[in-house]
């Protein structure tokens, strides 16, 4: 009798325990700063899915929705990777998890990652506690009805403690990212040729009031730009020349510091993505007529054309007091 009250007990915890299982995988609680999938994502996926992003001027769902919709408590890494293996390198409607998110934003433009870079942001989106946006607690809830967070925010302006050359790539990023949301918002909602003249009018102000808020001076500079005013000097096109050889042999593209007396300089690469080609890529193939009329029209100097993904075409340059 005894040891059947002790199975029935048993059973009974076990059994219950099994009905609490969360409705997400099991997650590292702490944010891995030093995962290279970190990085990776935020240097590549923040320019749409940035979790600063309000949820009325967010131009792609943040990465923090993307982990609640693949991810469920019998969701294997294995499994996840190869969702976003498949996901990322061919989009398509047939393929889309997040239906809602296709019929708001349209559907992701292909991304030539490599699968080494896909596998590490899957791996750090599984594994660990990623970033999310204010608003998505009350908005996620809402929509589904129960579920608690699952990432810390971050508040992503204060970075003067880190170090220069973390702190530089900060400020690039940010930059990069207020950027592409409005430049991929501008594509999704009007076309490429709005998006150029966005460009032409709004590029260099948002940048200007980027410096203004982090009190810095952020610049894009190119050797071959389109903007006369983004021509590289003597010394920024040896920095340029040396992003050039690591991106060719395949190297990683950390920061350049350069610091003096009371300064310090922060270079970091712009490469270029499948919305970048657009309006730089191969004249014939890529750049629509109608578009390479109005770059002619506005830019009649142009030299950022002919570029295909993944290759440098300049350089942040970043500069903020010690």
């Given at each position: ?5 002790v199975?029935f ?9 099994k ?23 935020e ?16 131009i792609?769902?943040?990465?923090i929705?993307?982990?609640?919709h ?17 996901w ?16 708001r ?39 589904r ?17 880190l ?6 790539l ?5 930059t990069?990212?207020?950027l592409?949301?409005n430049?991929?918002?501008?594509i999704q909602?009007?076309?490429?040729l ?15 009031s ?39 042999s395949?190297?990683d ?11 310090v300089?922060?270079?970091?690469p712009?490469?270029t993505n ?17 578009v390479l ?30």
């Open positions: 009798m005894k040891y059947f009250i199975t007990v048993l059973f009974f915890v076990f059994s219950c325990q009905k609490q299982k969360p409705s997400y995988a099991k997650v590292n609680s702490q944010v891995n700063s030093n995962h290279p999938g970190k990085s990776i994502m240097k590549k996926c923040y320019v749409c899915h940035n979790p600063s992003a309000s949820h009325d001027n967010r792609a769902p943040p990465m929705a993307i982990k609640k693949y991810i469920s408590s019998t969701t294997t890494k294995e499994e996840f990777t190869k969702e976003m293996q498949n990322i390198q061919n989009p398509t409607i047939d393929r889309a998890k997040m239906k809602g998110a296709v019929r934003f349209g559907i992701m433009p292909k991304q030539y990652y490599s699968k080494e870079d896909i596998k590490e942001i899957a791996e750090y989106m599984f594994e660990y506690e990623i970033e999310k946006p204010i608003w998505f607690d009350k908005h996620y809830n809402k929509k009805g129960n579920g608690e967070g699952m990432g810390k925010h971050q508040q992503g302006n204060n970075f003067k403690n170090p220069y050359d973390e702190r530089g900060k400020y690039a990023l940010t990069k990212a207020v592409g949301k430049l991929m918002g501008k909602k009007e076309g490429t709005a998006a150029l003249k966005f460009c032409n009018i709004k590029a260099h102000p948002l940048t200007d980027m410096s203004v808020m982090y009190k810095a001076t952020i610049k894009r500079i190119s050797d071959k730009p389109r903007n006369p005013k983004n021509l590289s000097n003597l010394e920024e096109s040896s920095y340029i020349n040396i992003f050039k050889e690591k991106i060719n395949a190297k593209s950390k920061p350049i510091v350069i610091e003096s007396t009371n300064n300089k922060v270079y970091y712009i490469k499948s919305m970048c080609i657009q309006c730089h890529g191969n004249k014939i193939s890529d750049i629509k007529t109608n009329a109005q770059i002619d029209k506005l830019y009649p100097k142009d030299m950022a054309t002919g570029y295909s993904t993944n290759q440098l075409r300049g350089i942040w340059s970043i500069t903020f007091k010690k």
